[in-house]
């Protein structure tokens, strides 16, 4: 009979911070969350259009609203691929050393 073929990922929660943290700093994000406080929902609706470039109180595109709100989150995506992946390994150490939650 064929042997089985180890795996080694594991079925743990884990947040992955870059990406994340990439994410939180958009200023869509941001402003989304400043008019949720202010009660205002239809703007803070409207927010998540910053990410198409949209400027949400014009309509008009902007390719600053497009690079502010894209940029931040495809770095975040790079870091969690380059340095938690292959390269460098890092969740696999961070999982090593049994901590929990946490994955770049």
Do not use: C
Not at 13 to 40: C, D, K, Q, W
Request: no cysteine.
């Amino acid at each position: 009979m064929a042997r089985r073929k180890k795996s080694r990922r594991s079925r743990k929660f884990t947040l992955p911070l870059a990406p994340i943290g990439g994410l939180v700093a958009t200023p869509a994000i941001r402003y989304m969350v400043s008019e949720l406080m202010a009660g205002n929902l239809d703007k803070a609706i409207m927010q998540p259009a910053r990410f198409a470039g949209i400027d949400p109180n014009t309509g008009q595109f902007n390719v600053n609203e497009l690079k502010d709100n894209i940029l931040p989150p495809l770095i975040g995506l790079l870091v969690h691929k380059f340095v938690g992946g292959p390269p460098l390994n890092l969740n696999r150490t961070l999982a090593a050393a049994n901590v929990p939650f946490i994955r770049i």
